[in-house]
């Protein structure tokens, strides 16, 4: 009884596809299609829109603050992106240069100040790291501050 089913349910739908296929014209479907791509990025940049307008409220005050994900041209989180903002900026030279790539960030460098600063604007973080020397860490080399951006 069930294989029966499955052979109609096959079938069936064999049949209904090739009437769809005589009675809608090939460029109507292909209409459709592009139209469903058109939704989908749409989707996508609605999405990135607000998750950047929260990301833009973030505070390093509240580090631990979850970043809102934006997506991918695919439609999905990419799998490096950071939970908060301390992970993010605990980012290595490595990490921030895979993240960036990951999203298709264009000028991707080896700096990885250059890199996260990209990254923050792309997704909307209203901070831009800077690199500041101090007298007493000079033989050392810089460090990173973070900076609130007007």
């Known amino acids: 009884s069930d294989d029966i089913d499955h052979q109609l349910d096959g079938m069936i739908q064999s ?3 090739e009437e769809i296929a005589r009675q809608i014209p090939q460029s109507l479907r292909d209409q459709i299609m592009e139209h469903k791509r058109h939704l989908e990025e749409v989707y996508v940049s609605l999405q990135n829109a607000e998750a950047r307008r929260a990301n833009a409220l ?3 005050t509240h580090l631990k603050d ?32 895979a993240l960036s790539a990951e999203y298709g960030l264009p000028d991707i460098g080896d700096s990885r100040e250059r890199n996260l600063n990209r990254f923050m604007q792309f997704c909307g973080v209203s901070y831009q790291m800077a690199t500041k020397r101090s007298s007493q860490l000079v033989e050392k080399g810089p460090t990173l501050s973070i900076c609130p951006v007007d």
């Open 58 to 60: 973030l505070r390093s």
């Open 66 to 97: 979850p970043l809102h994900p934006l997506l991918k041209a695919n439609g999905e989180v990419g799998a490096k992106f950071p939970r908060d903002l301390t992970a993010l900026f605990a980012l290595d030279a490595a990490e921030a240069k």
């Open 15 to 17: 049949l209904v596809a």
